[in-house]
């Protein structure tokens, strides 16, 4: 039989998970959860197509509209994600698959389609080259695991443990909350909306956690993490003013990277940075590696590469005032921004 695309509705959402899970090309960000997360989160647009050949899913490609005064018209695979496109069991199952997403963004009329992906395409499609990845294995002793950390580093840890941090693994929106959006607001961002993390408790369950770092029983920084498969990925975190000196931030990956190895998950992925950043560089610190990520693009409306990141100088007066909002006011409006930023 012919290889034929189709859009995802809830009654294929176990099909479509089943393929993700037995995809080695496959990341958290594939699985069809993220069709409701954008949908009931941000009130956004998601077209899931998958290819199926004689009754069988032979290909994915998630997508979100995100349509902006602001920050633009784009369809993206996929939001609020660092990794997305394409993931087919064939050349042709992805032929068909990037035919079916380019139609879609001309008749949106949108600035342009991104691809996020991890490897190129090999479609010679405009490519970003801003972001890397960072991810390392690791095994079940703590210890081991610690010793894996370069000497600079693994002092900054050893330093979190004697200054009696501790960690509770869980779920608490509240508390999650408070520590991300205090420390976005201080990096001049706009923070999303409490809902959105309660949605992401919602549809992914246990596969999305809290670690929460506190000191003489006061939070102190935190993070919230996906599971996935052998994986582990730690992707919103903060800290407040209190964990100044207390190296909490080192502590809690460690933390994380503590619990994860223990409980059997081998993969630690870092997540993605914009080469020469701080966070670029803190990553390294612990001997990560970067690998370079392929955002490509099929440029519609746009003549050129839109550029939505705090890196485009025409932000930074924005984000210097957003630093000094109340951190009440920053908490209002910043939904109101964020659910554009994706």
């Given amino acids: ?54 009754g069988q899913v032979v290909g994915i490609l998630p997508l979100g509209h995100i349509k902006s005064l602001l920050f633009g018209n784009s369809l993206t695979s996929l939001p609020f994600a660092v990794y997305g496109g394409i993931v087919a069991d064939s050349s042709g199952a992805a032929e068909l698959l990037r035919e079916t997403a380019c139609e879609l963004a001309d008749s949106l009329e949108v600035d342009s389609l991104e691809m996020r992906n991890c490897r190129p395409s090999g479609w010679n499609w405009p490519t970003k080259e801003l972001y890397v990845t960072f991810r390392k294995e690791i095994v079940e002793d703590a210890e081991a695991n610690l010793l894996a950390i370069p000497n600079k580093q693994r002092a900054v840890v050893r330093k979190g443990i004697k200054a009696g941090l501790q960690g509770e693994q869980g779920w608490d929106c509240d508390r ?64 407040t003013a209190a964990s100044r000196g207390l190296y909490a931030h080192g502590f809690m990956y460690y933390e994380l990277m503590r619990r994860a190895g223990e409980e059997g998950v081998r993969v630690f992925d870092y997540g993605r940075s914009k080469v020469g950043t701080g966070s670029y560089s803190f990553k390294k610190n612990w001997g990560f590696k970067p690998e370079p990520l392929y955002y490509e693009y099929y440029l519609v409306k746009s003549k050129e590469i839109p550029e939505v990141n705090p890196a485009n100088p025409k932000y930074q007066l924005f984000i210097e005032a957003w630093k000094r909002l109340p951190l009440a006011a920053a908490n209002c409006f910043g939904p109101l921004l964020a659910r554009s930023l994706g």
């Fill in 1 to 54: 039989m012919s290889l034929v695309v189709k859009e995802l509705t809830s009654s294929d959402f176990k099909r479509w998970d089943d393929y993700v899970l037995s995809s080695a090309q496959a990341t958290f960000f594939h699985k069809a959860g993220w069709k409701t997360v954008l949908e009931k989160a941000y009130g956004h647009d998601a077209h899931f197509f998958y290819a199926e050949q004689n």
């Fill in 176 to 239: 999650i909350y408070r520590v991300y959006s205090e420390s976005v607001r201080n990096l001049g961002t706009p923070v999303f909306p409490k809902k959105y993390f309660k949605v992401l408790r919602e549809v992914f369950g246990d596969d999305c956690r809290s670690l929460m770092i506190t000191h003489e029983a006061k939070d102190v920084a935190g993070v919230l993490s996906f599971y996935f498969k052998d994986q582990v990925l730690p992707y919103y975190a903060g800290s």
